[in-house]
């Protein structure tokens, strides 16, 4: 059973890619042209975005690196406690918008230290799983496209994940 599940994904992207030529041939595009045109375009989005990719992972280094997250923990637990957030998660919450491989490790480093299977290895779980990279994917498209005033988005982006960390934890602790 296993084997044949572990097929799906393979077909599924043939299916995908035959169902694409068929389109194409339907409606008499040159598939091979549009699909070069669509990487080069590709390549142009990537080239544009890098700094922007840069900046934010090297500021999110630097910040971990400087043991920012662990003076932050100290000074605002006492007020995540009664919020029923541990101060454990105070790391992860402030580096998930900013870098995804950052929040991984952070996100490892719980899970090493209470385990999957205590209220804080849930609720990193379920805030890892429910989040995005929210400044990392507002900087990448915003300043992909040229956008510089971006009104209220990052202000209730990171409102929505502030309120997606406390209800995670609360769910953890049902869980736990």
């Known amino acids: 059973m296993s084997a044949a599940l572990a097929k799906i994904p393979g077909a599924a992207m043939l299916l995908f890619l035959c169902a694409a030529l068929i389109l194409a041939l339907g409606r008499r595009v040159d598939a091979y042209q549009s699909f070069t045109e669509g990487a080069r375009r590709g390549v142009g ?33 006492f007020l995540l406690g009664p919020l029923g957030i541990p101060a454990a998660m105070l790391p992860l919450a402030l580096i998930r918008p900013v870098s995804g491989s950052g929040a991984m490790g952070v996100f490892a480093g719980i899970l090493a230290a209470f385990g999957p299977h205590s209220p ?7 805030y890892m799983m429910s989040t995005e990279t929210t400044i990392y994917v507002a900087s990448l498209y915003f300043g992909s496209v040229g956008v510089s005033k971006t009104r209220y988005t990052l202000p209730l982006a990171l409102a929505a994940d502030a309120v997606r960390l406390w209800l995670c934890c609360l769910l953890a602790n049902r869980l736990a």
């Open 120 to 126: 804080e290895g849930y609720a990193a779980s379920l």
């Open 45 to 77: 989005m990537a080239v544009r975005t890098l700094p922007h990719m840069v900046a934010m992972l090297a500021a999110a280094r630097v910040f971990e690196a400087g043991g920012g997250f662990a003076l932050l923990e100290r000074a605002f637990g």
